[in-house]
């Protein structure tokens, strides 16, 4: 059986105590539904290429299951909201599907087309 895992992402907050609620709220969500929070991106104001962070954690996850001869797993992106993602799921979707904490929404990524679909808990 593949694991459920999630790879929490975020914008640096200005302050911490803002960035430690989010990434806990991160944490609740993951639990929820059932996926292990097994990181969480946190990208600073001059941090280059957020987005494409994002990607390289996802991939490192893919490279470390084939190294162990494990099928890629499935991932599940969660964010507070769709801000975090330049309001642009399908860039997220392309590799993963993706979950909003506010408004708590999914985000699937449609096989054929790789077109994000929004989807109402």
Known sequence: MTRRIAVGYMLAHATPARQSYAEQRIRSVACK????LVRTVVIGPRMDRPIGRLLDAIDCLHAA?????RPKPSVLVITPDLEHVDKRPATICQVADLLTVHPERLWTRERSSGQAIPVDL
Do not use: C, N, T
Not at 33 to 36: E, I, K, N, R
Not at 65 to 69: L, S
């Open 65 to 69: 299951a084939a190294a162990r001869g």
């Open 33 to 36: 539904h059932g996926f292990q």
